[in-house]
């Protein structure tokens, strides 16, 4: 198979949702279609339960299966399908934004009953800024739920997007009939009193036909067709150009749990969803179809084997085709380096490959030369772009507790920071050390792992932070800066690539330093114009 060929079969893409959503079922199903797993419950147990917050023996088992599901390939229709795993809980949201910067679409997966949640709301708006196609999957048919049109409503209003559906339910809950698969015109319905049988799709072009009665009924015909023909009134004919460019977003609608829906689902995705897109890097936009290899570290996973420092960055190609045992630049070190094992990844498997291509996620063995956000070429000086650290929400002073192992404590905070756990701060006045989190949860897990991995003892102590803000001055020698460094110098710190923070206590004290020193800028992410 060509270069070009093998590019264009591939689909890489991530599932976001709101937890309890239905997003762990909709990857069993899709996996499922594609041969990778025989049986449901495979993919189940990649959950942090809810409550869940101090049992340790969890996160360790999470760790191990979030290897295993941290990519999850298949071949559908000749189609090479990469699901890359998001967490669903808040406190992980930074790993979920991280893995969004190597995916070229996403799907949205939204309860029915619940309609659109906060953490839906969050992610969505991070694909939204960034333009990521996304179809979106309204779950829970088998339940009673919001009216489809309400919801379709609140869709586009709370989650600011333009959509169109592709698929309509034909009755909900007790009364759910089936599908209206308008994308290819077929009626799906289930059969059997269980809902659990569900017909091959009848191909109905034309849904006055009065077989249609006799299917689901003269009550549930009649409303179907008037419910279509609002949509096709009022919602606009889908466009996979504007859906590409992240304008228009397609909306499906199932049963993740009765399997209804979802082939549907993966039939249009292979069909509309992106092959490998071009990404941006610090000098130029770099397009799949080069020949040259480049790829950039989204996520990285630490000591899995205690006995070994070992660890695995995972690599997104971004163009060219990646080579076991071929030298690459590391363009943040400036050496090139080669990998006899690289990792790829099928179903629930990895297994050592000699080629991989753009789209592809390779796992790398690391020793410690890998942080989130590196790149790989050929030989050009270039950085992708878009893994900005965002403004942690909590933040505490660490100490070291063990005065013995104070080494260990810090190669620990190291590698555990390169790994996007959380962020370390360091105060420019004393040096004292500041970890950083989305949540509360992270401060535990960090220091379970500080014990259990490096032998290290952390405390924390309270230190009232509202925000980091990434400072850029518009000049660097004004008198202006010079005054900001001088009245602020309490709360200053560098972070971990030495780039000048502050450490503000209100959102109040943001807007009077704002106010006061204007050509000073207080960024909340760490990437900036
Ligand atoms: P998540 O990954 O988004 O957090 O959600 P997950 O798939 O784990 O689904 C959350 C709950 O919703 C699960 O129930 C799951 O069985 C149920 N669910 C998923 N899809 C459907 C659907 O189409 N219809 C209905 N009725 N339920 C659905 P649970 O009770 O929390 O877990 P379990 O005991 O079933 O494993």
């Known amino acids: ?291 040259k290899l480049s790829g950039f570290v989204f996520k990285i996973h630490a000591n899995m084997d205690p006995k070994h420092r070992d660890r695995l960055a995972f690599v997104k190609i971004v163009s060219g085709t990646f080579k076991r045992n071929t030298p690459y630049l590391h363009v943040r070190l400036g050496k090139k380096v080669k990998f006899s094992s690289p990792n790829a990844f099928f179903a629930e498997k990895k297994q050592i490959v000699d080629e991989s291509f753009p789209g592809d996620i390779v796992g790398l063995h690391d020793t410690g030369n890998f942080k989130i956000g590196d790149t790989l070429t050929e030989g050009e000086q270039m950085n992708f772009k878009g893994i900005p650290s965002f403004s942690p929400e909590h933040f505490r002073y660490v100490n070291n507790a063990d005065p013995m192992k104070a080494k260990q404590l810090y190669k620990g905070l190291d590698q555990l920071m390169d790994e996007g756990v959380a962020q370390l701060f360091t105060l420019d006045m004393n040096g004292r050390r500041i970890i950083g989190t989305v949540g509360a949860l992270q401060y535990e897990v960090i220091q379970y792992r500080l014990e259990h991995e490096y032998g290290a003892k952390c405390t924390y102590e309270n230190i009232s932070v509202h925000k980091a803000c990434w400072v850029q001055p518009e000049d660097e020698k004004n008198e202006e800066f010079k005054e900001f460094k001088r009245v602020k110098q309490r709360y200053l710190a560098k972070d971990k690539q030495g780039q000048m923070v502050f450490l503000a206590d209100s959102p109040f004290t943001i807007q009077m330093t704002q106010s006061k020193y204007p050509t000073v800028k207080l960024h909340f992410t760490s990437e900036f114009e």
């Open 1 to 291: 198979m060509s270069f070009l060929e093998e590019i264009e079969k591939r689909r890489t893409f991530g599932i976001i949702s709101h937890p309890d959503a239905g997003k762990t079922t909709l990857t069993e199903k899709l996996l499922l279609f594609g041969g990778a797993i025989q049986e449901a419950g495979a993919v189940k147990n990649n959950k942090i339960k809810k409550g869940a917050t101090s049992d340790f023996m969890e996160i360790e088992r999470q760790r191990g299966i979030s290897v295993a599901t941290s990519v999850l390939a298949f071949l559908y229709k000749d189609r090479k399908i990469n699901i890359l795993d998001t967490p669903g809980h808040k406190d992980f949201a930074e790993d979920t934004f991280r893995t969004l910067t190597a995916v070229d679409s996403v799907i949205v997966v939204i309860d029915v009953a619940k309609g659109v949640e906060e953490q839906t709301e969050k992610l969505v708006k991070v694909c939204r800024m960034r333009k990521i196609p996304m179809i979106v999957f309204i779950n829970k048919l088998d339940r009673e739920g919001k009216d489809a049109f309400d919801l379709l409503d609140e869709v586009e209003q709370k989650l600011n997007l333009k959509v169109t559906p592709l698929s309509f339910p034909i009755g909900m809950g007790y009364d759910f009939k089936g599908i209206y698969n308008i994308w290819e015109k077929k009626l799906n319905i289930f059969s059997g009193d269980n809902k659990q049988t569900i017909s091959e799709g009848i191909e109905f072009k034309d849904v006055n036909h009065p077989e249609l009665d006799k299917i689901v009924g003269e009550k549930a015909a009649n409303t179907l067709r008037e419910e279509l023909e609002l949509i096709y009134e009022v919602y606009p004919e889908f466009d996979q150009k504007k859906y590409i460019a992240g304008d228009q977003q397609p909306v499906f609608f199932g049963s993740a749990l009765n399997n209804f829906g979802v082939k549907e689902l993966l039939d249009c995705f292979i069909d509309i969803a992106p092959n490998p897109q071009p990404k941006m890097s610090n000098t130029r936009l770099v397009d799949s179809k080069e020949n």
